[in-house]
């Protein structure tokens, strides 16, 4: 049962332009969303997050909106350098601080 | 600051054979989860614990796996015995506290099961 789907696996963008991350989950519980960047042979890292009681936070060039009514949120990232390739991971967090991942959405951003 | 580490960074074993993998959370997080990443997905919790407590297990298949945090700082995952599905990353990831957004991870366990 996947709570968190991310049914992009890749995407690819030329440096200097934006790029739009998606996720849609399914549980309405979820108090936080968060956003983890992942490069090859290291653990995730925190990126930026949003609670479920707001619709848009942003951090220098990453921006996360928050759609409660379709259950949808997404990272922009503007604008996109070749150092921002790498694996973004969606998560949710449930009241017990448990995180629900998706399977990822590798992004290329082209020089 | 140091991060979370973890040991060792890969290991290969065959079926029935047990392993473990070993955590060193960041000093002062009372809050410590590992997770398990197969090929291709995110990554799902298999255990949480609050200091040497454990809070939240219910994803952990405990016919074969077993996880300790004596004293409340590092901790380590046991399987025994192991199964080709078993084979996945094994990442240790520790938090201040668990009203926390954030949790730091570490580099994981590779673990292949031949």
């Known amino acids: 049962d996947q709570q968190v789907k991310q049914n992009s696996p890749s995407l690819s963008v030329q440096e200097g332009r934006i790029s739009i991350l998606n996720c849609d989950y399914t549980?309405?519980?979820?108090?936080?969303f968060l956003w983890y960047k992942k490069y090859p042979a290291e653990g995730p890292t925190f990126l930026i997050s949003i609670s479920s009681i707001k619709d848009k936070n942003e951090d220098g060039r990453f921006t996360v909106f928050l759609n409660k009514s379709a259950k949808h949120l997404s990272l922009h990232i503007v604008p996109s350098q070749p150092g921002d390739s790498a694996v973004y991971f969606c998560?949710?967090?449930?009241?017990?601080?448990?995180?629900?991942f998706g399977t990822g959405t590798r992004l290329t951003v082209i020089p | 600051e140091a991060g979370v580490a973890q040991s060792p960074r890969y290991k290969i074993i065959e079926k029935r054979q047990s392993v473990a993998f070993w955590c060193n959370p960041i000093?002062?997080?009372?809050?410590l989860y590992w997770y398990q990443q197969i090929l291709g997905q995110g990554p799902k919790l298999l255990i949480q614990?609050?200091?040497?407590?454990?809070?939240?297990d219910s994803q952990l298949p405990k016919d074969r796996f077993s996880a300790e945090r004596l004293k409340g700082v590092d901790s380590t995952l046991k399987i025994q015995p192991a199964k080709l599905e078993d084979s996945a990353v094994y990442l240790c990831?520790?938090?201040?506290?668990?009203?926390?957004?954030?949790?730091?991870f570490g580099q994981g366990t590779r673990l292949t099961v031949v």
């Open positions: 998560a949710a967090k449930t009241g017990a601080n448990n995180l629900f």
């Open positions: 614990f609050q200091n040497n407590g454990v809070v939240d």
């Open positions: 990831a520790s938090s201040l506290r668990r009203s926390e957004v954030e949790a730091f």
């Open positions: 549980n309405s519980m979820f108090d936080y």
């Open positions: 000093s002062g997080h009372a809050t």
